[in-house]
Nanobody, 121 residues
Framework: QVQLVEAGGGLVQPGGSLRLSCAASGSIFSINVMGWYRQAPGKQRELVAGITRDEKTNYSDSVKGRFTISRDNAKNTVYLQMNSLNPEDTAVYYC???????????????WGQGTPVTVSS
């Protein structure tokens, strides 16, 4: 059973920083893509950033230059460093992994439970 557990959310003032983490547990063969999504109240879930196994990254335009995604393959963990936060970044942040449970099997996608981020003075 694979589980993704996020940490690091909270309340921060505008201009501040937070670092989110998402760690996977369970029997995993490989994690191909790790990503962060967010969902603000009344809005659809949107991609924030993604990172491939060979560490190619992509970001939404709204966070480019402020957020940095990174991964630690040895720990099955992905991080999201968020700087220069503004109230529009307020949302529940979710991690998503696309992974294989064994070498020949299909890819599966798993989601974390979400961690809230509130940017307010």
């Amino acid at each position: 059973q694979v589980q993704l557990v996020e940490a690091g959310g909270g309340l921060v003032q505008p201009g501040g920083s937070l670092r989110l983490s998402c760690a996977a547990s369970g029997s995993i063969f490989s994690i191909n893509v790790m990503g962060w999504y967010r969902q603000a109240p009344g809005k659809q879930r949107e991609l924030v950033a993604g990172i491939t196994r060979d560490e190619k990254t992509n970001y939404s335009d709204s966070v480019k230059g402020r957020f940095t995604i990174s991964r630690d393959n040895a720990k099955n963990t992905v991080y999201l460093q968020m700087n220069s936060l503004n109230p529009e970044d307020t949302a529940v942040y979710y991690c998503k992994y696309i992974l294989r449970l064994d070498r020949r099997g299909p890819e599966y996608q798993y989601w974390g439970q979400g961690t809230p981020v509130t940017v307010s003075s």
